[in-house]
Structure formats: structure tokens, C-alpha cells
């Protein structure tokens, strides 16, 4: 709700994310080597998001919604 978003892999792995506005526009790129992160999109303006997570064999995405 506030921009910080936690993510919570299966597995350790490199994950690479790109977080998205509704529009397509590209807002964030992060690496995770971890099972564990934390994407900080307080700085984003209040509204919907799309969070794509790609891995070495698939690809997830997920909403996201930023409320202040």
C-alpha cells in the first residue's frame, strides 16, 4: 500500500523484475539473488502497476497497487 512491496521466492535464484505503469512506461528494474527483497516504489504516484518477474525458465506477472 505505501510503495514497499516484499517479494518471497521458492527457491534461491537470479530473478531479474521490471516493474511497469498501466501505460508501459518502466518505472523500476531490480536483480534478486536471494529468496528475499524488497522493491521500494514509495517514490511512485499513487495507482496500478504491473510487476513482471523473470526467471532462467519462466515468467510471472503480477499487479501491484500503490496507495498513499
Keep these: 500500500i505505501t510503495g514497499i512491496f516484499q517479494i518471497t521466492g ?3 535464484r537470479n530473478l531479474k523484475i521490471e516493474v511497469y505503469t498501466t501505460l508501459g512506461d ?3 528494474t531490480q536483480s ?5 527483497g524488497t522493491l521500494d516504489l514509495s517514490n511512485e504516484k499513487n495507482g ?8 532462467s ?3 510471472t ?3 501491484l ?3 498513499k
Design 10 to 12: 521458492s527457491e534461491i
Design 48 to 55: 496500478n502497476y504491473l510487476c513482471k518477474i523473470f526467471s
Design 26 to 28: 518502466l518505472v523500476l
Design 61 to 63: 506477472t503480477k499487479k
Design 32 to 36: 534478486l539473488h536471494s529468496k528475499y
Design 65 to 67: 497497487s500503490i496507495i
Design 57 to 59: 525458465t519462466s515468467q
